[in-house]
Structures are given as structure tokens and as C-alpha cells.
């Protein structure tokens, strides 16, 4: 079990000493009073800080928390999260508002409908004040594949959050879970986990007692009872609740001019949020007769209703029966959209050629709910509506066709020349005005549904689209866990269309896979991975220019496999070392033969940074300059950087700024970020190397401290570089 107090007070040691060596922001020079006040101005190493925080937290607990609430301001930035779209404009559950938990898991268990999510979230704008990070939401069942919910991916989307961006968010487990209890360890928030149905799925936020964990679930167990021993328990509302929210459906019925009737319905209805929504509806295509609660309750009794099932069952009935047949056809086709939630430009296509009319009608009939730019069905519209016929197959195919056709255009606008395996469709050039990357970020989720459901119905070739599609925005926001699943899905569907043939196809899946599995450290698997595709590769029945391309990447693969190997290897790093050496040329040497200058350039580069980790700075440089016969654009850039190193490394400050220099400048006006971090290390060991030790202190602290807010491992590779300097 994580000992949360002991992750805190190292993380507040890193910080604590930055603030300490010079770095005097507004919130950093808070916290370096507090550490001056408490354990004097001494230069001590960030071990022995560590053990003082520690000590002090562990004996003055308003030292704690006066130092806990600083580190989670900073954190803050003074921002507050925005309220979450959708809460209610009344209060649900009154009674439980009025003294609502402040830290530690609460329970709120109730039937479907019972109102758990929109009660969390009044607790959660109730105690806002003592939480400067807000909060955030995670739908936990979201992220679940039949009972089983993938515990990483539920701390990806809590640092996400959280506003770590994605591409800084460790690929590995062990590197996620140490950035996890970083970042969480360091603010103070309530998070809101819906849907939860096993104490696992809270655990993991359960250390952190600082914080409030609101979760939400609608079958009790015993191991989430020894979570929290007084849940919520849920039935329905108050009565003054209920009525404002019966109102807020029907609100051209005076329900106070029928007060008895009104609350005869609400006992009817079970006083539960997802009957009384239904009934508000329905009783609201009445408001023009009169008495229409009376009529409504006359009906219920009359008809043998006298309970909440039969009353929703009710509403709904005549919910649907007041729809126009069209509408009520494209209700019964979004249940079946995959992950149930849509865009309207999604849903349109979705729906087919009159998807724009019909889909504004089921908007405007109160048939779903709303969360920014994205829709889904209500949970009990969803539910009737899936029982209904309709021909959910047709409409999947063509929401598969706009998703691939949409994400292959964006591949393509990228760079229409790179080396690509599946099949290219015919397709209209990218013409939708967002930013194409942005677009496939924020519909990342639907893809992977969209690819799920396709691999289910055998549409092997759309699979390998996508997953082929998708590779470029992987690469450059480094989104290699989400994309596991859906490489894993394109081997399968490669494999089916090779039919045991060998396949180009199949070998540029499989090296995708090998790569996911690296990047997340699982090493044996990537090794069968890539060497499959080497064999793979050796034979495959395709032009010999092509087929020396598809090695060269195979090549390329396997070296970056030994040079991410090296990296967690120390004992072994020589070895490793000298294999990823050995496959970049193998690279160099094809693509020699066909002169592929763009992958030339890529790959002296990159043997030439493996020839630096090993300690050869003068045969580096030989391939810099290599390099830079063939380098364009970006890689250009990147070659710079490398070249910088060299120069360091030869002790030759003077070049290796200048090289920096034009590296940095570049690759501002390209916009690459990715890179940013890199060209800020090299700066702070060029001050270093010119004798500037102030201005490298100060380097190497700016960075501390913006690792340290994304909860990174590489602080602490910023601090042993801080420490040398003294």
C-alpha cells in the first residue's frame, strides 16, 4: 500500500528544493519561507530534505497541512475547475447536503436513475472550497470490458484530468504508477468515479485520503462496504426536490394548483429522478387540458399502475408513441451506436441521408443528455429504445465508412509519401476546418469503438485503415496505451487477410504492436513481435524497392527496441547498445540502395544519437554530417540537437550553442514541442560547460520544476544534474 505522506513529502522535497537554489515564483517563494522557517537555509541534498519534510509531516500535522495546501495552490495555478455540464438546476437529495463529507471515500449507492452522479457532483460544488484542484469525473464502466476494468487506463484519464497533457503521461506501468502517486499526492480535489462495482476500481485513490473520493454504484458489496462504513444509500427525493425537478420537465403545469394530485404522482413515480423525468415529460404534453396531474393519476389508477417500474414503463410507452415513426426509427438506431456517445456530425452520419433533420428532433425531445460537444441517449430511452427494431448494421456501416474515410484523409494530408501498408481508399482530400490531429485526439475514443465493433463483424480491411491511419497522431501525441488495443485488433484482422500468405500488411501490424509493447516495457512480447516481422519481411511478394523500405522500418524497429532496452538496463546498456547500432545500419545500408533520402537522414541521426549513449562522439558526428545530406524540415532540426551533444561531449561549448541555437529556432517555428524538453537540457549543460554555473542552476531548477508538476520521473534526473552543480 502506498504511504501517502512519504510520497508527499518527497515530492514536496523536490520542489522545496528548487524553490530553495533560487527559483523564487510567487507560490515557490511561499514555499521556500515555509522550508527556511522550519528546517533553516542549509544547502542540504534533496535525500536529507527529504527526511526532514518527512519527519515533520509525520510529527506536526498543521505543518503538513499549511505545506500540503502550498504545493497544491501551486498546483493549481489559482484555477478552478469549470462546473461539470449537465448538473441539475435543483437540489437532489437535500438531506444529504447539508453536512456532506470533506476527504475520504464516500459511498452513494443507489438503483438506476436514483440521481448518485448528480448528487456527487452538488456535494462536490459544496466543498469546493477546500479543494484548489476542483474536480473531476471518470465513468469508470467506461473503461471496463466485461467485468474487468483496465486500472490503468482509469489513472490515465484521472491525470488527464488533472491537466497532465497526454504526451507526457508515462507509457509504462511502473512509470505510470509512480507519476500517478506523484501527481495525486500533490493537489487537493474530489473526483467523482461513476459506475463503480468492485473496491479495485476506488482503491487506487484510496491512499490519498487527503483528497475526496465521491463514488457512485448501484449494487452494494461487501468489499466496497470496507471502503466506507456509512454509505449513501439512495431511494428517492425529498419532496420539496421532487417537485422542483416534476416542474422543471413540465413547466407549463401548475402543479400548485393541484398540490394533492401532484404529490399522489410523485409517490407514484417513486420519487425517483429518472421516473419523475419521464413522467415530467410525458404529464408536459397535457399542459393545455385541463387538470391534466389529475387526469394522469385518474390514468395510472385506472390502468393498474401503482408503482415506479410501471410508471416509467408507461412514459416511455407514450413517450415513443407521440414520436413521428423517422424519429422514433433513429432512437432505436442510436442504442446501438458503439459507445454511445456522438457528435451530431457523427450521429448524421450515423442515421443516413435525413440524419441533420431527424437528429435535431431527437435532440429537442428531451431524448438525451448533453456533456460539451458530445450526446447519448438517456440511460432509460437507451434501454427501450434497444429492445426496438431497426437496422443497426446498415447505419454502423455507414458511420464506419465517414470514421475511416475521415482518418485516413487526415493520414494523408500529413505526408502522402510515407511508407504505408493498407489499403489507401479513395477519399476527398481533409476539408473540415478543425485542426485534423485535434480532431482525431477528441474522437480517439469513438474510433476505438468504431474499430472494436468492426473487428467483431469481420471488416478486416477497415480494421487495418484505421489502425494504419491512426499511426501519425500515436507518434506525435504519443497516445501509445490507447492504441494498444486497437494494434492488437489490426494484427488479428492483418492476419485473416493474409490467410497465411505473407503480407506486408501483416508485418507493418505486428511492428506496430512490437512498438506498444516496448514503449510499455514488455519486451518479451515485443521481441516475438519483431521478429516475426523481420522474417516476415524478408519474403513477402512485393516490388524490391518496396519491400527493402518495409526493412528498413523493420530494422529500424528492432534498434529502437535495444536503445529502449539499454535505457532500463544499465548492466547490459553496452550490449544493447551495440545491437541497436547493428540494425540502424542495416536501415542505412537499404536505404542506400534505392537512394530513400527523407530515411537517411532519420537513421544517421538516430545511430548517431546510439553512438553518443556509447560513448563514440567522434564517429557520431561522421554521421551527423552524413545526416545532413539527405536531413529536411524537422529532422534537420533534430540534428542540430544531436550534433549539440556531440560537441559537448567533445568539450566544445561554442559549437554545441550554436547548434543549439539554430535547433531551438527551428523547431519553434515548426510548432514540434515534443522536442522542448531535450532542447532545454542541452541548454542547461552548455551554461554548465561555460563555466555559467548560476545560469545552469537556474536551467536545471525551471526544469525540476515543470517535471515536477507533471509528476514526471525524469525530476529526478533534473535533480541529481542541480546537485552536481553545488
Known sequence: MIDAVEV??????????????????KGLGRLASLARAKFGSGGASVADLREQVLTACQEDPAFRAELM?????????????PAIEGVEPFFNHAEHLRAPRESGICLIYGPVGSGKTELARQIAGLVRDRFPGGWIEIDVAELRTGAVVDLALVKRQALLKLGIPSQEIATDDAGLDQQFGSVLATRL??????NVASAREVEIFRPFRMNLVLATGSVRTRDLDALDPAPILLGGLENQGAREMLAYYCPKVRLDAEPEAADALLEMSGRMPSAIREVGLSLARHSGEPYPVRGMVAYYQENGIVDVEGVIKDALEQTFS?????????????AGFPGHWFTEETAVAYLGPEGKKVFDTVVSSMLTEKVGRWYRLTALVSQYAAKLPADRDTAFLRLLSHVRDLVVSADLAEDPTRLREYVVPSIAPWTLAENRFEWLHQHLGLITEVVRAAARRGRHMEVCQLAGALEVLITK??????????????????????????????ARTLLMRAKVWFLARSFEQADA?????????QVVDIRPARRDRLQSSAAEFRARFFEERADTDPAERASLLTHAEAWLRKSIALDEQHDHGYALGIHHRMLASV?????????????IEQGRRHATGRNLSRLDMVAARAFLAFGDPERARECWSRARAEL????????????REIEARIFAAEGQPESARAAWGSLIWDAWRLGHPRTNEYLTELESLR
Open 8 to 25: 508527499f513529502s518527497t515530492e514536496a522535497a523536490k520542489v522545496l528544493a528548487t524553490a530553495l537554489v533560487g527559483r523564487v515564483d
Open 69 to 81: 495546501e502550498a504545493v497544491a495552490v501551486l498546483n493549481a495555478a489559482g484555477q478552478r475547475a
Open 189 to 194: 480535489f474530489t473526483v467523482i468515479l461513476d
Open 322 to 334: 407521440s414520436l413521428a415513426p423517422e424519429t422514433r426509427e433513429a432512437v432505436a438506431l442510436l
Open 477 to 506: 501525441r504519443w497516445l501509445w496505451r490507447e492504441y494498444a488495443e486497437i494494434s492488437d485488433l489490426a494484427v488479428h484482422a492483418a492476419a485473416a487477410l493474409a490467410d497465411g500468405e505473407p503480407q506486408a500488411l501483416y
Open 529 to 537: 513481435d519483431l521478429r516475426q516481422a523481420w522474417a516476415l519481411a
Open 611 to 623: 553512438l553518443i549513449k556509447a560513448g563514440r562522439p567522434a564517429e557520431a558526428m561522421a554521421e
Open 668 to 679: 519553434k517555428d515548426t510548432g514540434a514541442d515534443q522536442y522542448r524538453w531535450e532542447i
